[in-house]
């Protein structure tokens, strides 16, 4: 996986655990008891009934089952998921150029997963597959980190249209390749796809980008680093001579 993608997802997140506990610890009504769920501290519920110290067997006010907290039951994992959008939303400011650099990265990381998709499925090198599959599993998390932080600026989530991704034409003509020319040819179109991302970030600098976003779009020029494409071309021609 390159360099510069392992930057750019590291950036958002560190902002979005940020934002989560900023909104954790706004929250009214729910404590976190102790690791075993012996003891809960004393917490007014949303009816107003105070709930005191209890120990394994005992509850105050209503009976509690497993899920249970004063004033109702806990929101489930799930739930809580589908809510983080809503909670996060407002949270932070974003600039034009924050917003069109995310939606970028959006769309950068869905086509990504088209080409690694096509890569995971065409190649016969087991090194260039299990780099596919590392990057598709990346580039879905990145397009999961990027839409909260979107959300979290209270903005689309989707990015529509987009400029300067790798043509479709050059992706598509993978699939009419095999052997050593796909393998060469794919590396080629990886090579833009990187190169793709790099310019976009110098844009966003030159448009304003803020806070973390400016970092994000720094990370991704500093680390910009197609070395690892030029090492397999070269082994490779060299393993055909």
């Known amino acids: 996986m390159s360099r510069q993608f392992l930057a750019r997802l590291f950036a958002p997140m560190a902002l979005l655990l940020a934002l989560a506990l900023t909104a954790c610890s706004g929250d009214d009504g729910e404590q976190e008891g ?19 110290d209890v120990g394994d067997d005992e509850v105050s006010g209503d009976e509690a089952s497993g899920d249970e907290v004063s004033g109702g039951e806990a ?23 924050d917003v069109e650099f995310l939606h970028f990265l959006l769309a950068y990381d869905a086509q990504l997963v088209e080409i690694m998709e096509i890569v995971r499925d065409r190649s016969d090198r087991d090194e260039l597959v299990e780099f596919a599959e590392e990057e598709i599993d990346f580039a879905e998390q990145g397009q999961q980190l990027t839409r909260f932080t979107l959300a979290a600026g209270g903005v689309e989530t989707e990015p529509g249209e987009v400029d300067g991704l790798v043509d479709a034409a050059k992706i598509a003509e993978l699939e009419t390749l095999s052997g050593l ?38 990370d991704s020029i500093e680390f910009h680093d197609t070395s690892l494409y030029d090492l397999w071309e070269d082994m490779w021609t060299e393993e055909s001579n």
């Open 181 to 218: 020319e796909f393998d060469l040819a794919a590396l080629d179109v990886l090579r833009a796809h990187a190169d793709a991302e790099r310019d976009a970030a110098e844009r966003a600098l030159e448009n304003g980008a803020t806070g973390e976003i400016a970092g994000m779009a720094e």
């Open 75 to 97: 929101s489930g994992d799930g739930e809580a998921s589908d809510n983080r959008m809503d909670e996060l939303e407002g949270a932070v400011e974003l600039s034009e150029a």
């Open 34 to 52: 102790d690791a075993d769920g012996n003891e809960v501290d004393s917490v007014a519920s949303e009816t107003g009934e105070e709930q005191t």
